[in-house]
């Protein structure tokens, strides 16, 4: 017959390893859950509205503020290239084709900035509706507009990039959730 007290430390042995590997297993998947929650809480803690706000309110003012015109420079950083590409298309074909009149002044600025947002909280997209007036002064001449965009936006780097931006005829264009 075996001795009981032969087997006891291998049984213990058995059970610790047993024990300690559910303690890793459930330690990795702490750390995992930890983890998702953690990249979760800075998405929408470095958030949501009111940084998704101030950056689309930024883009604007760099886009739509320039004397003679607007400046691919202005907007670095705040856009993806793309965004950047489609924005000054037109006007790169202009500069090829067509010289400003030195006696014309042009000025653009605006003025009376909203945002309104789709959500109350984003994690790494947003989605928002513009609207601003839009002065344009030529040679001393203002002209006012009202003007609506739908802008995306996303996460990058802890700063919210616009990848999507175009200019609507009516809100009901909007296509936010």
Do not use: C
């Not at 459930?26 to 983890?35: A, G, I, M, R």
């Amino acid at each position: 017959m075996v001795n009981f007290k032969q087997i006891l430390p291998y049984v213990l042995l058995i059970a610790a390893l047993i024990f300690g590997g559910y303690q890793f297993k459930q330690h990795q998947d702490l750390k995992d859950e930890f983890s998702k929650l953690d990249n979760k809480y800075n998405a929408l803690s470095s958030n949501s509205k009111v940084e998704v706000q101030d950056d689309a309110i930024n883009f604007l003012e760099a886009f739509y503020t320039y004397k003679d015109r607007p400046k691919r420079e202005n907007i670095n950083g705040l856009t993806t290239k793309e965004v950047q590409d489609t924005l000054f298309q037109t006007y790169e074909v202009l500069d090829k084709e067509f010289e400003m009149p030195k006696d014309l002044e042009y000025k653009s600025e605006i003025e009376n900035v909203t945002v309104y947002h789709a959500r109350d909280e984003y994690d790494t997209k947003a989605k928002v509706l513009a609207t601003f007036e839009s002065i344009i002064t030529i040679n001393g001449k203002k002209s006012h507009s009202k003007s609506i965009a739908e802008i995306n936006l996303e996460l990058k780097n802890k700063k919210w990039i616009i990848t999507q931006y175009k200019t609507l005829n009516d809100v009901s264009n909007f296509e936010g959730n």
